[in-house]
């Protein structure tokens, strides 16, 4: 019996992390790929683009478990460098967390602007990384507001582990138009990253009622102009572009070959902005 072709080729796929990989993981991706294979078409480009988005995926976690033993159980670099994060993860891969690049181009803005503020909203806040990355780093009052149950448990697991669960609130719910507009108070950041949902959550509420509180705001599909139309009033609005990851930032990254350092640092990112919006 011949050895499964797609099996193969993650077997020749080059690194140390993969001779470090489970042959009942390895089987598990398989039999997905096989099942994705199967029902490729000429003119279907959305399953090769899951077929190889599923293989980055997995080689992303290869290079996770051969960087371990160097990032340690905290992330390495940047703002957050030192903050402790379970392994677990929602909604993205948890390496550029751990190496501490992820949004890098927020973390410059946080940086620069936290003296500014007395509290933090974060809409979407999944895991709890600016939870409790802000409330360890600058001792700020954050509240998170989301979706899914297992991203409260994450979050409020995550501030524990740092020990500012005093300072870290977690709402079982998702953040309505009439909620926001009350908490949008002098001296309060938001943070919002709602996947595509932004644009029907603004539209709730008159920007009049937000001109007074900072938003940070990660936009999707085209959110971008409309957004910046609605809040340009009260506020001023900068564009902030995905940019590059300098590997001299992140001296971690040495340690892997050219085509695993890119995947390292790959956060699965589109080509939308954020919107960095403060109040005039």
Known sequence: MTDDPILSILRALPGQALQMARRDALDALA???????AALSPDDLGTFDALFAMVLRYRTYLI??????????????????????????????????RIGCYEREIQTILAARAPCWDRVVDIGCAEGWYLAGLARRFGLPCQGFDVAPSA???????AALNGVEALVTVAERPCGG?????????????????EGAETDLF???????????????????GSAA??????GRGHRIELVWPGPRPIEDYPTLWRLQEIDRSLAIWEGRGLDPWLHCVPR
Request: aromatic letters at 6%.
């Open 64 to 97: 996770l478990q051969s960087l371990g033993p160097f990032l340690g159980d905290a992330v390495r670099h940047g703002l957050f460098e030192g903050l402790r994060m379970l392994p677990e993860s929602f909604g993205s891969h948890p390496l550029p967390r």
């Open 226 to 231: 409309p957004l910046a139309e609605r809040l």
């Open 152 to 158: 409260w448990r994450l979050a409020r697991a995550n």
């Open 203 to 221: 539209a709730q509420i008159d920007p009049e009622r937000l001109a007074r509180a900072e938003f940070i705001i990660e936009t999707h599909g």
């Open 178 to 194: 009439e909620e926001l507009a009350s908490l949008a108070t002098p001296r309060t950041l938001f943070i919002v990253d709602i």
């Open 31 to 37: 039999g997905q790929a096989r099942e994705t294979a």
